[in-house]
């Protein structure tokens, strides 16, 4: 992880997921919300990472953009997003995660933000393998965190709320934008995330909760090493504080690891 300013950069979703898992996100979470920036696009990245020449200095400079566009001349807050993907999958972050973001208007409420690094209109950019990467791990892990199920109603696109009023018209009528926009994981309706998008942030999950899994698995085998703990192991099951049977969840390891820890 990189800090310039309020912003922090990671090369990858699992350093991202690292630093967000331990953040303290005090405001109940009920669903992620996608964008593109549509300005800047793809030509204004000028900066593929390498720590070895000036690094992150565009990064740094398209969050400092956005972040001044929506200070000085939209007068928020702060950055309406929480957090960016970029072409060449750097993730950064933006506004506090405890703030509500300015991401679709009067459906802030539990969301969190994230603006996806260019112009996924038809005919325009077309996202590159390791931003898709980056925007499934961000995604993954926001619905990890907060155990959401990835459905179409903790997964929203910006298309699908009339600006105006705040309804949900799912992009088939009102003032709507495009965004996420055409060539976002094959298109910016609600089949298109459920055919596409929906079916891939399953699969990550999946891999994050088999990684959870096994990381439980080796606490608690080393756990376990200690006679004490192997004791109080054997008092729980006995005791009907948890059946052996149910070890093998990932809810239960995780009670088991946090029990075993006091
Ligand atoms: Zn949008």
């Known amino acids: 992880m990189v800090t310039y300013k309020q912003f922090h950069f990671f090369e990858n979703w699992k350093e991202f997921k690292k630093w967000y898992d331990t953040q303290n996100i005090t405001r109940e979470i009920t669903a992620v919300h996608e964008h593109h920036t549509w300005k800047p696009d793809y030509s204004y990245f000028k900066g593929d990472m390498n720590p070895q020449i000036e690094p992150w200095e565009n990064h ?61 209109d038809r005919g325009h950019d077309m996202m590159t393998e390791a931003q898709k990467e980056s925007v499934l791990g961000v995604t993954a892990t926001i619905l990890n965190r907060h155990e959401l199920e990835p459905n179409t109603d903790t997964i929203l696109y910006h298309h699908w709320f009339d600006q105006d009023t705040g309804k949900r018209t799912n992009g088939e009528w009102g003032n709507v934008k495009t965004c996420p926009s055409h060539n976002f994981f094959g298109g910016n309706k ?73």
């Not at 929506?70 to 060449?88: C, P, Q, V, Y």
Request: aromatic share 8%; proline share 2%; charged share 30%.
């Open 60 to 120: 740094d400079t398209l969050m400092e953009n956005l972040d001044n566009y929506h200070e000085l001349a939209l007068k928020w807050r702060d950055s309406g997003h929480h957090i960016a993907t970029f072409k060449d999958g750097v993730i950064a972050t933006a506004r506090d995660l405890n703030w509500a973001p300015a991401s679709i208007y009067g459906n802030n409420t539990g969301a969190v933000c994230i603006e996806n690094m260019g112009n996924f």
């Open 190 to 262: 609600v089949k298109d995330c459920e055919e596409n998008f929906i079916p891939l942030i399953k699969q990550k999950l999946k891999e994050m909760e088999e990684k959870q899994m096994k990381d439980y698995k080796e606490i608690l085998k080393e756990k376990t090493d200690s006679p004490d703990v192997w004791i109080k192991l054997c008092d729980d099951l006995e005791n009907g504080y948890i059946e052996l049977e149910n070890i093998q969840t990932l809810q239960w390891l995780k009670v088991l690891v946090e029990k075993l820890g006091n």
